[in-house]
Antibody, heavy 114, light 112 residues
Framework: EVQLVESGGGLVQPGGSLRLSCAAS????????MTWVRQTPGKGLEWVAS????????YYVDSVKGRFTFSRDNTKNALYLQMNGLRGDDTAVYYC???????WGQGTMVTVSS | DVVMTQSPVSLPVTLGQPASISCRSS???????????LNWFQQRPGQSPRRLIY???DRDSGVPDRFSGSGSGTDFTLKITRVEAEDVAVYYC?????????FGQGTRVEIK
């Protein structure tokens, strides 16, 4: 079964850190660009970052540059989003997706609040 | 950044009737390889988004053929030929031709 499963979300104080993970199965992970998209409660979708097949090329939305790091481990079919310096406006459901959004996970909620 | 503008914001439709959603981009969505990278997503209440259409008009596997995409350059349309109850959702367009990728603000389709 083609599947993406995110984990690692939770409640964190402003300025804190979280590491999100995404486990992939059922498709050729090592041959796929992968993407993170977030959705603030009751609002629309925002692209966060994308990474190429071997992890050598990464792109980020300006609002997370220098704070978030996207990485992948093709031996484990896993993605990671290290989020540092978290702010209130980072509060959102974070989804991992394949490429241009062909497959999506169920999302993991990140809440930044004191 | 490429600004994606959808209209209408809300679309009440009678069951069995057609629906059309417009998406306009602030610049051409043709990438360096000559592909027009415009995607459409459906997000039903309480669910993750699901891609319906990629590269303007290519339908994803399992998507009913009542959904179709069209357009070129900066002007795109998602059409539903006959709306069914399961089509109640928010629909988003997204461009993946230029970094950063950007989404439209969404169009809520509801039943009259």
């Amino acid at each position: 079964e083609v599947q993406l499963v995110e984990s690692g979300g939770g409640l964190v104080q402003p300025g804190g850190s979280l590491r999100l993970s995404c486990a992939a199965s059922g498709f050729s992970f090592s041959n796929s660009w992968m993407t993170w998209v977030r959705q603030t409660p009751g609002k629309g979708l925002e692209w966060v970052a994308s990474i190429n097949e071997d992890g050598s090329d990464k792109y980020y939305v300006d609002s997370v540059k220098g704070r978030f790091t996207f990485s992948r481990d093709n031996t484990k079919n896993a993605l990671y989003l290290q989020m540092n310096g978290l702010r209130g406006d980072d509060t959102a459901v974070y989804y991992c997706a394949r490429g241009w959004g062909a497959i999506w996970g169920q999302g993991t909620m990140v809440t930044v609040s004191s | 950044d490429v600004v994606m503008t959808q209209s209408p914001v809300s679309l009440p439709v009678t069951l069995g009737q057609p629906a059309s959603i417009s998406c306009r981009s602030s610049q051409s969505l043709v990438n360096s390889a000559g592909n027009t990278l415009l995607n459409w997503f459906q997000q039903r209440p309480g669910q993750s988004p699901r891609r319906l259409i990629y590269k303007v008009s290519d339908r994803d596997s399992g998507v009913p053929d009542r959904f179709s995409g069209s357009g070129s350059g900066t002007d795109f349309t998602l059409k539903i030929t006959r709306v069914e109850a399961e089509d109640v959702a928010v629909y988003y367009c997204m461009q993946s031709a230029h970094w950063p990728w950007t989404f439209g603000q969404g169009t809520r389709v509801e039943i009259k």
